[in-house]
């Protein structure tokens, strides 16, 4: 099946510093990505939608200064998490529905866990 | 807003016990409705969907239907595995897009 990868796989970082999280479609386009964070025993929350070729599309609540996407290609997207607070700390999956797929078809990276100390 | 309710876990069964997992959602209008699993150290997979009202959707054993009435899709496998043991979550997505509503997912812990 079609492999989206994530790297770093697990990152601590001080407090105050940014911290980038790619992530990637191996074997398919994507002109879409979802961000997600996941809180211990909460559901995993929609943070924002990154398009190719335009911006992100953040939802309620999320700041877009705090949190940057960038969509570089069609293959790769990128979470910047600025100014890094300990509450920051969490678990971000990305997932991407391949351009040429059946709707409501996307794949999952497996995530992302950051730590700010 | 949209929302997915799961039972809390985590949830430990013998081998061959049956299973059943309960998702109750919140939604306007017709959304479609998902199961997801996550094994250990992967990213989430797609386990089955149904797209609308008295779907069944299927797939390694494993059944939900689509209950607009009690507005449920109750995940269920007669005799689960030891390799079934993971964590799943119920979703739901509007429209035909691919914007996720996840309910907090139920680990599963199945025991020889």
């Known amino acids: 099946g079609a492999v989206v990868s994530q790297h770093p796989s697990r990152v601590i970082c001080k407090s105050g510093t940014s911290v980038k999280i790619e992530c990637r479609s191996l074997?398919?386009?994507?002109?879409?990505m979802f961000w997600y964070r996941q809180f211990p025993k909460k559901s995993l929350m929609l943070m924002a939608t990154?398009?190719?070729?335009?911006?992100?599309?953040?939802e309620q609540g999320v700041e877009k200064d705090k949190f940057l996407i960038n969509h570089a290609s069609l293959t790769l997207s990128t979470l910047t998490v600025t100014s890094a607070h300990p509450e920051d700390s969490s678990f971000y999956i990305c997932?991407?529905?391949?351009?040429?797929?059946?709707?409501?078809?996307?794949?999952f990276g497996p995530g992302t866990r950051l730590l700010v100390l | 807003g949209d929302s997915v309710t799961q039972m809390e876990g985590p949830v430990t069964l013998s081998e061959e016990a049956f299973l059943t997992i309960n998702c109750t959602y919140t939604?306007?209008?017709?959304?479609?409705l998902f199961w997801y699993v996550q094994y250990p150290g992967e990213g989430l997979q797609l386990l089955l969907k149904?797209?609308?009202?008295?779907d069944k959707g299927s797939n390694k054993g494993f059944e939900a239907t689509y209950r607009k009435e009690t507005t449920s899709f109750h995940l269920e496998k007669g005799s689960v595995q030891v390799s079934d043991s993971a964590v799943y979550f119920c979703?739901?997505?509007?429209?035909?897009?691919?914007?996720?509503?996840f309910g907090t997912g139920t680990q599963l812990k199945v025991e020889l």
């Open positions: 997932s991407a529905p391949p351009r040429s797929s059946i709707k409501e078809t996307q794949y």
């Open positions: 074997d398919f386009q994507a002109t879409t």
């Open positions: 990154s398009n190719e070729g335009s911006k992100a599309t953040y």
């Open positions: 939604a306007t209008g017709y959304p479609s």
């Open positions: 149904a797209t609308k009202a008295d």
């Open positions: 979703a739901l997505s509007k429209g035909g897009g691919n914007k996720l509503t």
